[in-house]
């Protein structure tokens, strides 16, 4: 069994562990971290409720070990608001728009639509629908998500 040590600046706050090299970098942030903001549905790559910022794109965190986050900037769920508790921009549209319902699936689509929109303020609806496809979600039919995404880019009726 192999362990190694390493040190993620998580929401910007450097997080040390000793992990086993098959640690998964979702588990890394649940577990060892204690961010239970990032969930865990399928583990394979499928369903996108795992996904979190890694220097400033999203990736499924359950498709990564811990120790490729060695040293770099991992955003989660926790990190986006401001530090007053205000919400983002994106937080702020899927209360508006009723994104949600359960909210298991919420923590992942909230991850993809913010790397999104702050690489690109510009992003279009195209692209932000194309991107949300990978997330799976078992409540709100999308309808709710697709309102999100049309006042994200100004397509709003
Ligand atoms: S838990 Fe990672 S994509 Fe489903
Ligand atoms: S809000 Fe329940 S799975 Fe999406």
Redesign the pocket.
Known sequence: MSEHAIEVILNGEPVQAIVEGRRTL?DFIRLDAGKTGTH???????????TVMLDGEAV????MLAVQADGRQVRTLEGVADADGTFSRVQQAMREEHGLQCGFCTPGVVMTLTAMTEANPQVSEEELTDAICGHLCRCTGYQGILRVVKRLTGAAT
């Open positions: 979702v865990i549905g399928c583990e394979h790559g499928v369903c996108g409720a795992c499924r965190a359950c498709l």
